[in-house]
């Protein structure tokens, strides 16, 4: 069963889940040394997007010039997963919310879109971005070009080579991809000099795209996934859904998103616990991550870096640490080492769930969803299927019919690499060790936090 689309379901606002929060996010910090002064890093946002991150005003308006970009692919269908309901034997419903439908592929263009029109409006002539397996170079790519503004991508090496096809259609848009570490940076050619060519993570790739922008006048960075902007941003998806899913008379009792640094989750999730904040529901939402990078479920709440220098503010989020590698695992997206500080809040007051899993047991979810829906489910997003199919058996054995609702947050036609290794029996699980986590988390910053 499908909701069919409307344009009428696109919201006129975002919702900001800081108008409904009962506590203070923790202030983010200077960082202990910098290359850049503060006055730098502050020019890097447009004052419109500072705005949105510390704001307390519950619906925020979309831009008209944004909501018209949004009429190319929004609203993005509902659906339900009967065949898969069936196949598992449960009373459950199960829909998804597919976000896979656009040039890009994911959920990232609804924030690039908008950041692409609010640095435009403040001036800027080139963005600047880290990107993992590649859904935000690619969106950001598509949201440069619709309002004029050059492009330059900083890809994880290991998913620059494992995804060749997401350099062409990035470039396709006018982008100018590398793969992270590069020459083009000083830190990435100290990387290469070192022969540490692998040595790349998302964290590594957001340190190159910041010190690219502060070399060139007219440049700025743009950050896809863990900010509060692009998490707000992002709620188009769940406002979407709470619509359609008032439509049909149905209220989901689960909601389910994997989680890099947070817009995919917080974009369904936040429309929907806004009701739990209001006390007029307790749906449970669960973020899922992969177990090779398990931040919220084996991470500690510390102030850490948001990028893998020691240049950029400190947050206080669930993380990994900022030296943090993740090797041999598929969903290049979900690598990050740590959590927006809104989800890791969120987290620490009890008001979500986590869980994590391996990657051959999320493969193996993502194959039996493809063959019984019909939509191939990135890597990334294959996390959520895999946690809805867990919620949805373990309603069977209790005999409860819950509602379950997950993003299916992007396809996976630039993957099959990843599901070729797992077909022909070549995937291995990555084990992450308390030694592994713990040696990681030494080189957390030393730092006095603020008293409430």
Same mark, same amino acid.
């Given at each position: 069963?499908?909701?069919? *689309?409307?344009?009428?379901?696109?919201?006129?606002?975002?919702?900001?889940?800081?108008?409904?929060l009962?506590f203070?996010?923790?202030?983010?910090?200077?960082p202990?040394?910098?290359?850049?002064?503060?006055e730098q890093?502050?020019?890097?946002?447009? !004052?419109?997007?500072?705005?949105?991150?510390t704001?307390r005003e519950r619906?925020?308006?979309?831009?008209p010039?944004?909501?018209?970009?949004?009429?190319?692919?929004?609203s993005?269908?509902?659906?339900?997963?009967?065949? !898969?309901?069936?196949? %598992?034997?449960?009373q459950?419903?199960?829909?998804f919310?597919y976000?896979?439908?656009?040039?890009?592929?994911s959920h990232?263009l609804?924030?690039?879109?908008?950041?692409?029109?609010?640095?435009?409006?403040?001036g800027?002539k080139?963005?600047?971005?880290g990107?993992g397996?590649g859904q935000?170079?690619?969106? +950001?790519?598509?949201?440069?070009?619709a309002?004029?503004?050059?492009?330059?991508?900083?890809?994880?090496? &290991?998913?620059?080579r494992?995804?060749?096809?997401?350099?062409?259609?990035?470039?396709?848009?006018?982008?100018?991809?590398?793969p992270?570490?590069s020459?083009d940076t000083?830190?990435?050619?100290?990387? +290469?000099?070192?022969?540490?060519?692998?040595a790349?993570?998302?964290a590594?790739?957001? &340190?190159?795209?910041?010190?690219?922008?502060?070399?060139?006048?007219?440049s700025?960075? *743009?950050?896809?996934s863990?900010e509060?902007?692009?998490?707000l941003?992002?709620?188009v998806?769940?406002?979407?859904?709470? &619509?359609?899913?008032?439509r049909l008379?149905?209220?989901?009792?689960v909601?389910i998103?994997s989680?890099?640094?947070?817009?995919n989750?917080?974009?369904?999730?936040?429309?929907?616990?806004?009701d739990?904040?209001?006390?007029?529901?307790?749906v449970?939402?669960?973020?899922?991550?992969?177990?090779?990078c398990?931040k919220?479920t084996?991470?500690v709440y510390?102030?850490?870096?948001?990028?893998?220098?020691?240049?950029?503010?400190?947050?206080?989020?669930? &993380?990994?640490g900022?030296?943090?590698?993740?090797?041999g695992?598929?969903?290049?997206?979900l690598?990050?080492h740590?959590?927006?500080? !809104?989800v890791?809040?969120?987290?620490h007051h009890?008001?979500?769930?986590?869980v994590?899993?391996?990657?051959?047991?999320?493969?193996?979810?993502?194959?039996?969803f493809?063959?019984?829906?019909?939509i191939?489910?990135?890597?990334?997003?294959?996390?959520?299927?895999?946690a809805?199919i867990?919620?949805?058996?373990?309603?069977?054995?209790?005999?409860?019919?819950?509602?379950? %609702?997950?993003?299916?947050?992007?396809?996976?036609?630039f993957? +099959?690499?990843?599901?070729?290794?797992?077909?022909?029996?070549?995937?291995?699980?990555?084990?992450?060790?308390?030694?592994d986590?713990?040696a990681?988390?030494?080189?957390?910053?030393?730092v006095l936090?603020?008293?409430?």
């Amino acid at each position: 069963m499908q909701v069919s *689309s409307d344009e009428n379901d696109i919201p006129t606002h975002w919702y900001n889940i800081l108008g409904d929060l009962p506590f203070d996010l923790p202030p983010d910090l200077p960082p202990e040394s910098s290359a850049a002064s503060d006055e730098q890093l502050k020019l890097q946002l447009p !004052l419109a997007l500072v705005r949105q991150s510390t704001s307390r005003e519950r619906n925020i308006p979309i831009p008209p010039e944004v909501r018209d970009r949004y009429r190319a692919w929004r609203s993005t269908p509902l659906i339900r997963a009967e065949r !898969l309901e069936r196949s %598992l034997g449960t009373q459950a419903q199960i829909w998804f919310k597919y976000e896979g439908g656009n040039a890009s592929g994911s959920h990232k263009l609804s924030t690039a879109i908008a950041q692409a029109y609010y640095y435009a409006a403040a001036g800027a002539k080139r963005l600047v971005t880290g990107t993992g397996a590649g859904q935000w170079g690619t969106a +950001l790519a598509i949201g440069c070009q619709a309002f004029g503004l050059e492009c330059k991508v900083y890809m994880v090496g &290991t998913s620059f080579r494992q995804k060749p096809y997401r350099k062409t259609i990035m470039q396709v848009y006018g982008a100018d991809v590398v793969p992270s570490p590069s020459p083009d940076t000083a830190s990435g050619a100290r990387l +290469l000099n070192e022969g540490r060519m692998d040595a790349g993570n998302i964290a590594f790739a957001v &340190t190159e795209a910041l010190e690219d922008a502060l070399a060139n006048d007219g440049s700025q960075l *743009s950050v896809g996934s863990g900010e509060s902007y692009s998490i707000l941003h992002s709620t188009v998806i769940g406002l979407e859904a709470r &619509t359609q899913s008032e439509r049909l008379g149905i209220r989901p009792d689960v909601v389910i998103a994997s989680l890099g640094a947070g817009s995919n989750f917080g974009g369904i999730a936040f429309p929907f616990l806004q009701d739990r904040l209001r006390g007029t529901s307790e749906v449970r939402c669960i973020s899922v991550e992969p177990s090779a990078c398990p931040k919220l479920t084996r991470g500690v709440y510390r102030y850490d870096y948001t990028d893998g220098s020691g240049i950029t503010p400190l947050q206080k989020m669930y &993380t990994l640490g900022h030296r943090f590698r993740t090797a041999g695992m598929h969903a290049g997206g979900l690598r990050y080492h740590a959590c927006s500080k !809104l989800v890791s809040a969120l987290r620490h007051h009890g008001l979500i769930e986590a869980v994590a899993y391996p990657q051959t047991d999320v493969f193996a979810s993502a194959v039996l969803f493809s063959r019984l829906e019909g939509i191939l489910p990135a890597p990334e997003s294959a996390h959520a299927v895999h946690a809805a199919i867990q919620e949805a058996a373990r309603a069977r054995d209790a005999g409860t019919a819950p509602v379950i %609702l997950f993003c299916l947050s992007g396809h996976g036609m630039f993957d +099959l690499s990843a599901y070729a290794q797992y077909l022909d029996g070549q995937m291995e699980d990555v084990e992450v060790t308390d030694e592994d986590i713990r040696a990681s988390l030494e080189a957390l910053p030393t730092v006095l936090e603020p008293t409430a």
